[in-house]
Structures are given as structure tokens and as C-alpha cells.
């Protein structure tokens, strides 16, 4: 057979030291790519493993270099049985090495040096390496998005004062978690015996290479180190009757674990949880994903005193579903730190979520201490964070708190929340029985919302309005159309602006198109794609249908996603009623004082404050609300509770506002009509004036801040 390579291309004119990169770029058009080993999933990852591997066996073989290939599969012999308890993998290396068909391009790689290769191993540039080398679809399906180098010595600085005698992280990855948290043990201190694992071979491999290097920097022994290669879920979890079937738990847990939805993991992997779902069933509710999981399964690994340390989105200790869990971390552990950085949303390279850092000590007995939630601002520009004191709170609140990340937050403006607690006139929407419902969704708002790119309104009569497109004109009846709110953006300047956005509205009954409807769609088919592919038949009557069953109409409306910077007001008012497209929340079946009461007080500066503590972060000052904050969280005012003087007075005030062109918001702190609201508002709150005055001044410098990092914030988002 003809080699696929020479020696000579491989070999660099230097003395055979080569780049890593340089390396690999030589190897991607040689090698014969047709039959990959089954653990891998691409030829980036195969050429990584590869060049891990070699540097492993060499590693081992007390850093002597192998002069032949025999030399290799003898190595790994040895080794399976010296660490029989890795198996997987030396078995997953021998498949690795066996895959390239010619022995000559073994020996060849034999005489190549990295100089540069223990760098790489300790800043993880192979981690790094083998994510990118993923394919979108595949790096979201095992959410392999590792912790940030920063972010791992951020959780290991956490959790110091421990001193545990064995450690897990059962979905390693690249295993920075255990590598940062070994780096800063002494050489002295008694080294843990740890165990690593993940689904993906290479990862392991890296991780294995890593910790190595480490044990051999510390002058430990190797053999303290178990790795496995395998669906976690499947390698750990017992049955409810059965044993674990590893048997030996663990006194520290070290994880970021994967976030994804269960839909997106095949069947064999789900049926692996079904074990945990059985013995925790009362803790599960909802679609959640496989960190709910990974913290059952860590419930069954962690010995009693034992610590976990885990990164986790902030999803977790708030969302519908994550009660079950909040619960579970209740009863089980002493929760002892929830920290979350200030600056960066995420912990993880390449991840988009908003994440968390938890250390929960197992304990069923009596717990004594406060959880202490704590900011970090500024790791990453550094490597020098700062740590904020820490906000104690009483596990007895949690109890009755769904949303834990409001500790997370300024606590300057909690104390703003408190005050307004006490008075007893805040509630939640289900308190207040509000219906909120989101507006119409839009399959081709270019088609279904006039006027559009296509055409423009050039007059509204009484029953039909006129179009105008490039070349000719047309007329719509009005009962085919009903008056909407489109998108944010339109209408950001205005409380009340003047709506002239329409839907579509074309019953199931409208067999045969008129003749205005057939010229429209022959001049806009192509923005309705989207409908015809969702509906089929259907797609002309897909916003009636809506509108028919969801009923969103009201006076008064909530934006769903907003810059709380750029944008001049939270909410709309209107004397009559229109419905919204999916871009907002309308509230049905209020009176109209109700809404209008409610619109005065979403557009006070006591609800930027509210808005501000609960809002979910999408990226810098952009955030949303969810229809389960307005209800779970109190952000409204009681109504019912305000007298009609006082409420008159409020309403003067907001329809001054109503009237404005208003800037954006952080330039309206100082506008006399907002100030004139905000004190007809706190009047009727029933605190007293000296309060009151204090209160109002101390809002508006505090909330001059805020906006001040916030849009420090949104110019770093911007310049990264
Ligand atoms: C968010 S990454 C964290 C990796 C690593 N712990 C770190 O902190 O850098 C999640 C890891 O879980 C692994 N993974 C996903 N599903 C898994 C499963 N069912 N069993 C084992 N590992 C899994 C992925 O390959 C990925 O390495």
C-alpha cells in the first residue's frame, strides 16, 4: 500500500519542531478521513486526540519519546492494566492509534516536537481547540461550552477553605474545574483522589493530558486520577431500589454541567434518566434540562458534609419549573454561596445563558447559616476580581421566594423594594387577578401588519383605508383589519401614541378571496411564506384565528423585550381598546381605571426600580419580563387600595405624561411631569412626607447610577 504520507512532510526544516496549528494543517489534507474511530466526531477532533494522545503515551512513558509504532501499542497495553479504572480511555487511544492505517504515518509523527504543547495543555488552547472544531448543532447538543479559564478559579476561590479526600466532575469536559482546583492545593497538602467523565472521548483525553501535567508539577502520584468515557447519567445513576452502582461517593463536586433540553438528547440517554426521575419525582415538574438532572444525580454521588461547587444557569433558581429543585437544595444542603458576576452574563466560552455560581454543603440536619449571595465585578479584564460583600439571607426567606436572583442584585435597590413592601400596596398579578396574555404571532408581519415594505397607508376613512405600493393603489374594508400594535421600536417615544398599524384579519370563511385581497397578495406572496409554511391551506386566517381565540384586546400594554437605556416608556395606555402583536403583552378584562392606574404606575420610577431587581437579562440594559414575573413577582400597585382623590391626582399627572415626547428614560430623571407623578404616586402609599421626600431624592441618584453601569456595560458588550 502507498503511505499516505512522507516522512519528510511532516518533519519541519527545524530540527522537526513544529506549531501546533501549522501541525494540523499539514495533517488535514494526508490523512484518510473515511473511516473516523466511532468516538469521534470530526477530523479537527481526531487530529486534537491524536496529538494529545502521542504526548500522553510519551508523558507516561517517563517523558522518553517512542522511536516506533510497536513501541506505542505495547505502551498501551501496560497502561490499560496499570489503570485498569480508566479502561475506557486507553481502549478509546488504542482505537485512535489502530485508525491510522499505515504504520509509517505513526512513526512519523513519532519524530515531530511540540514546543509548545505543555503551554497549550495548561491554558487549555486544545479545550479551546476541540469546541470550535464542533459543528454548531453538535456543540449545543452536549452543550459543550466549558467554563472560562477566570470563571474556574472564581468557583475554586469560593469554595478554598475545602479540603476534600476525593473530587468529581462528571461532565469534565477539558477539566478546567479540576484543574483550576488543583493548581492552587500545595504540593504538600494531601492530594484528593478524582474522578473525571464525559460523553465526548476527546474531551476526556484533554482533560486526562491536564490533570496529569498537574499531578506531575505537584509530585503526586498519577494514579489518583480515574477518568471514564460515557453517557454520566447512565455510568452513575442507580435504580431506586438498587445501590449506586458506583459505589463510592464523593466529598466534592465539581461541575458545570450541560444545560440542554431533554428533546434535544437521543433515546438511550433519556432512558438513562428515567432513574432519576423515578426517585426524585416530587422535585420534577415541567420540560427541564439536564442540569436539573446532573443536580439529582449529584443528590445520590455527594457524601453527607460533602460540598458542591457547580456553575448553573440562573434559569435555575428562578424559573417556572425550578421550584422542585430550589426545594430539593433546600431540604438536602446547606446552601452556602450564590455569587454571579456583574460584568459578564456567562461562565461558560461560546455560551449565551446567564449563569450562576452555587456551593451547597449536603446537610439534612438543621442548617444554622445565612446563604450569602455574593457580586463579582471585573474578572475578566484583570484576572483580579472583586467580591462584594456578602448579602445574607435566611434559608426562611428562600422558602417563600421563587426568584433568588433578585439577592444577586444591587442591594441598595432591594432596600427601594422592601420599603415599598411594607406598605402592604404592592402585589403580583395573580394576587390582582390580572390576564395578561401575549399579542398575535406573526408568520410574515411584512404580509399580515399594514402598512409594510410593500405598502403604505395614504388615507383612513371611516370603513376602508387606501394603500400605495410602487405602482398602484388599493382599498381595504376595514372589517378585515384590526388595529394593532406591531413593534416596540414605533411607538418607544410615546405613552399613547397614535396607532396606525393594522392586521390582517381574514376569516375561514372568506372562501373566495376579493378582488382587492388577490391583488394584494399577487404584489406581497413572498412575505408570506412563513405563514403558508406553518398553516398550509389555513395560513390567510392564521391572525383572525388568533385574535378569535386568544381575544387579545385591552387598553393597557406591556413591552416584552426593551433596552431599559434607550427606550422612553414601559408601558402603553390607550382610552380605547386595540390588541398587539407577539412583541408585547396586553392586559384583558380590566376596567379601564384598573389599566389606566396600572399604566401610571409601570411608567413611574418606582416600577423602573421593580423592573430593574426582576428582569431577565438578555444582554446589558436589554431585558424582558415573562408573563409568569407580572404574576408571580410584586410589581404592581394595589389599586383596589388607592382613594379616589388620590388616584384623580395620579391620573392629572400621567396625562400631562401621556402628552410628552419623552427622551430616554435615564434622561428623564430630572423631568419635572415624571417627578410630578412619582409624587402623586408616593402620596397615595400612605408613607410618611419626610419619607417620602428622602426616598424620591435617594431614587433618583441611585437609579442616575445604575443607568450609569448599565450603559458602561452596553458599551463593553458592544466593543467585545
Ligand atoms: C458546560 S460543559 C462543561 C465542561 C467542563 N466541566 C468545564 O467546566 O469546562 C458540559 C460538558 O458536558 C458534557 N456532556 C454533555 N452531555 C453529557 C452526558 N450525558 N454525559 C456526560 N457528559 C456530557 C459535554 O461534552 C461538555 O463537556
Not at 426545594?327 to 456583574?342: F, R, T, V
Not at 372562501?511 to 406553518?534: C, G, M, N, Q, V
Not at 389606566?596 to 436589554?622: D, H, M, P, V
Amino acid at each position: 500500500m502507498t503511505p499516505l504520507i512522507r516522512k519528510s512532510t511532516l518533519t519541519s526544516q527545524n530540527e522537526g519542531i513544529i506549531e501546533i496549528s501549522e501541525w494540523m494543517e499539514n495533517c488535514k489534507s494526508i490523512f484518510n478521513f473515511n473511516h473516523p474511530p466511532v468516538m469521534i466526531y470530526n477530523q479537527n477532533e481526531f487530529l486534537l486526540s491524536l496529538l494529545a494522545g502521542l504526548w500522553l503515551l510519551q508523558f507516561l512513558n517517563q517523558k522518553k519519546a517512542f522511536k516506533s509504532s510497536a513501541k506505542i501499542f505495547k505502551k498501551l497495553e501496560d497502561l490499560k492494566s496499570k489503570f485498569s479504572q480508566s479502561n475506557s480511555l486507553w481502549t478509546f487511544l488504542d482505537e485512535l492509534f489502530n485508525n491510522l492505517n499505515e504504520k509509517l504515518i505513526l512513526d512519523s509523527l513519532l519524530l515531530i516536537k511540540f514546543p509548545d504543547l505543555h503551554e497549550a495543555l495548561s491554558n487549555d488552547v486544545l479545550g479551546t481547540m476541540l469546541q470550535n472544531s464542533l459543528s454548531s448543532d453538535e456543540r449545543k447538543k452536549l452543550a459543550a461550552n466549558y467554563t472560562t479559564v477566570s470563571s474556574a478559579r472564581i468557583l475554586v476561590e469560593l469554595l478554598k477553605s475545602n479540603t476534600p479526600s476525593s473530587i468529581i466532575d462528571p461532565f469534565c469536559g477539558s477539566g478546567r474545574l479540576v484543574s483550576a482546583y488543583l493548581r492552587i492545593l500545595t504540593p504538600n497538602t494531601r492530594f484528593p483522589r478524582i474522578r473525571i467523565n464525559d460523553l465526548m472521548a476527546s474531551a476526556v483525553l484533554i482533560a486526562y493530558c491536564r490533570i496529569i501535567l498537574i499531578l506531575s508539577e505537584k509530585n503526586q502520584d498519577y494514579g489518583l486520577l480515574q477518568a471514564s468515557i460515557g453517557d454520566t447519567f447512565a455510568v452513575f445513576a442507580s435504580d431506586v431500589n438498587s445501590q449506586p452502582k458506583e459505589l463510592e461517593n464523593y466529598d466534592l463536586i465539581l461541575m458545570n454541567p450541560p444545560f440542554t433540553r431533554t428533546h434535544r438528547i437521543n433515546s438511550d440517554q433519556r432512558k438513562s434518566l428515567l432513574k432519576l426521575e423515578r426517585k426524585y419525582k416530587k422535585y420534577l415538574s415541567g420540560q427541564v434540562g439536564l442540569h436539573i438532572y446532573a443536580i439529582l444525580l449529584t443528590d445520590m454521588l455527594i457524601k453527607e458534609n460533602g460540598v458542591l461547587g457547580t456553575v448553573l444557569p440562573a434559569a435555575t433558581i428562578l424559573s417556572q419549573y425550578s421550584g422542585g429543585i430550589q426545594k430539593l437544595l433546600l431540604n438536602n444542603y446547606q446552601l452556602e454561596i450564590i455569587a454571579a458576576s456583574e460584568d459578564v452574563k456567562s461562565c461558560s466560552e461560546g455560551s449565551s445563558f446567564r449563569e450562576i455560581f452555587l456551593i451547597a454543603k449536603r446537610k439534612r440536619t438543621k442548617k444554622e447559616e445565612d446563604v450569602k449571595f455574593i457580586r463579582i465585578s471585573e474578572p475578566y479584564k484583570s484576572n483580579q476580581w472583586n467580591i462584594s460583600p456578602a448579602l445574607r439571607i435566611p434559608e426562611e426567606i428562600l422558602i417563600n421566594e421563587w426568584n433568588w436572583t433578585i439577592f444577586l442584585k444591587d442591594p441598595k435597590l432591594l432596600r427601594i423594594r422592601d420599603i415599598f413592601l411594607q406598605s402592604g400596596l404592592l402585589k403580583n398579578g395573580s394576587d390582582l387577578n390580572l390576564d395578561i396574555t401575549r399579542g398575535v404571532e406573526m408568520y410574515g408581519p411584512n404580509f399580515f401588519f399594514i402598512p409594510n415594505q410593500n405598502w403604505r397607508i395614504i388615507s383612513e376613512e371611516k370603513e376602508k383605508i387606501i394603500l400605495r405600493s410602487k405602482d398602484r393603489t388599493l382599498t381595504i374594508p376595514k372589517e378585515f383589519l384590526v388595529r394593532s400594535l406591531r413593534k416596540a421600536g414605533k411607538y418607544n417615544r410615546c405613552i399613547s401614541p397614535g396607532v396606525s398599524d393594522f392586521a390582517l384579519s381574514i376569516p375561514d370563511s372568506c372562501k373566495e378571496f376579493p378582488k382587492w385581497l388577490e391583488d394584494y397578495i399577487s404584489t406581497s406572496k413572498h412575505f408570506a411564506s412563513p405563514a403558508k409554511r406553518k398553516f398550509g391551506s389555513e395560513w390567510i386566517s392564521h391572525i383572525h384565528n388568533q385574535i378569535k381565540t386568544k381575544k387579545p384586546w385591552g387598553q393597557m400594554f406591556f413591552i416584552d423585550k426593551f433596552g431599559i437605556s434607550t427606550t422612553s416608556v414601559m408601558g402603553h395606555f390607550f382610552e380605547s381598546k386595540l390588541i398587539c402583536s407577539k412583541n408585547f403583552y396586553v392586559l384583558r378584562n380590566s376596567s379601564p381605571d384598573q389599566a389606566k392606574l396600572l399604566a401610571a404606575w409601570l411608567n413611574s420610577t418606582f416600577f423602573i426600580i421593580l423592573y430593574l431587581l426582576s428582569r431577565r437579562e438578555i444582554g446589558g440594559s436589554y431585558g424582558r419580563l415573562q408573563i409568569i414575573d407580572y404574576m408571580k413577582e410584586p410589581l404592581f400597585l394595589d389599586a383596589s387600595k388607592i382613594l379616589t382623590s388620590q388616584r384623580n391626582q395620579i391620573f392629572e399627572e400621567f396625562d400631562t405624561m401621556r402628552k410628552l415626547n419623552l427622551p430616554p428614560i435615564p434622561e428623564q430623571l430630572q423631568l419635572p411631569q415624571r417627578k410630578a407623578l412619582d409624587l402623586a404616586i408616593i402620596q397615595s402609599i400612605y408613607l410618611s412626607e419626610k419619607v417620602e421626600k428622602k426616598l424620591l431624592s435617594e431614587i433618583y441618584v441611585l437609579l442616575d447610577k445604575t443607568f450609569g453601569t448599565l450603559k458602561q456595560r452596553d458599551k463593553t458588550l458592544r466593543s467585545n
